[in-house]
């Protein structure tokens, strides 16, 4: 994608949470086998545990990072560790807790949660870049706006709206455990009313442009979930991916566990 290759804890979570789901219908259906690439040994539940210690053992030494190697890819804070906690339910306790912390004191924004510091992906201006940087990768992207006096200003990056509806769904999870704390449902409350905020309104406008380069201001209608909010023209607007489906989900989700924590107050 845009990404350099680089060594992620939000990608390796995700295998180790396919792993683990894949352990639990082994233990299901104990008859189950079938054969991998991995060493042309048959899958079994020696194997898979086998591989999750050593998932989980990569996990541990790199978060609450989401990238120790050297820069350009050592990255402290990242959105998609998330994820992690939910809906992979890999990072639980005292790790969790940091994750969230990290996320809103450093990627919160006012209009969604940043991906990373310095993300050049929808950038201020964007869509007055050339197509090439556009969809370029991360690092080629970083050296072309520097080179131009275009850097990325720290405080300026997109402000996705895919994080927000998870980080409901999370309190929402911990106001509904059985310590049930009211600073949870109120937290869950405050994501839930920030993903609300994010849906377009009236005189929203987004610039497409054609093949041939001709800018052309279209509207965007009203109730749609946007991928981000980025600063065009020094206004913050939605991206052209308007509506988003990961983002309706995700919101989706966040109204029904909302739906769920009031029914324990009533």
Request: proline residues 3%.
């Amino acid at each position: 994608w845009e990404e350099g290759r680089k060594i992620e804890a939000s990608s390796i979570g995700v295998v180790v949470a396919g792993l683990k789901a894949l352990r639990s219908l082994f233990l299901e259906s104990y008859f189950l086998t079938g054969h991998c690439q991995y060493k042309n040994k048959v899958v079994n539940l020696d194997v898979l545990d086998d591989l999750i210690e050593r998932g989980v053992s990569a996990l541990n030494e790199i978060l609450p990072s989401e990238c120790i190697q050297p820069s350009p890819n050592y990255r402290r804070y990242d959105g998609a560790l998330l994820f992690l906690i939910y809906p992979l339910n890999i990072v639980r306790g005292e790790m969790a807790e940091q994750i969230l912390s990290d996320i809103t004191t450093y990627l919160q924004g006012e209009y969604g949660i940043r991906r990373y510091l310095n993300d050049s992906f929808w950038c201020r201006d964007f869509q007055d870049l050339p197509k090439k940087i556009q969809t370029s990768i991360y690092t080629d992207r970083q050296n072309w706006l520097e080179e131009n006096g275009k850097g990325v200003v720290l405080g300026e990056e997109a402000q996705w709206c895919i994080f927000d509806p998870i980080l409901s769904v999370i309190f929402g999870h911990k106001f509904q455990s059985s310590e049930r704390k009211d600073d949870d449902l109120k937290k869950q409350t405050q994501y839930l009313n920030r993903s609300l905020n994010q849906i377009t309104g009236k005189g929203f406008r987004i610039i497409k442009r054609d093949m041939s380069e001709t800018e052309e201001f279209v509207a965007i209608e009203e109730l749609k979930c946007p991928e981000l909010y980025y600063i065009q023209r020094n206004n913050y607007i939605p991206n052209v991916s308007t509506p988003l489906l990961w983002t309706q989900a995700n919101l989706s989700i966040a109204l029904e566990m909302m739906e769920k924590s009031l029914r324990l107050i009533d």
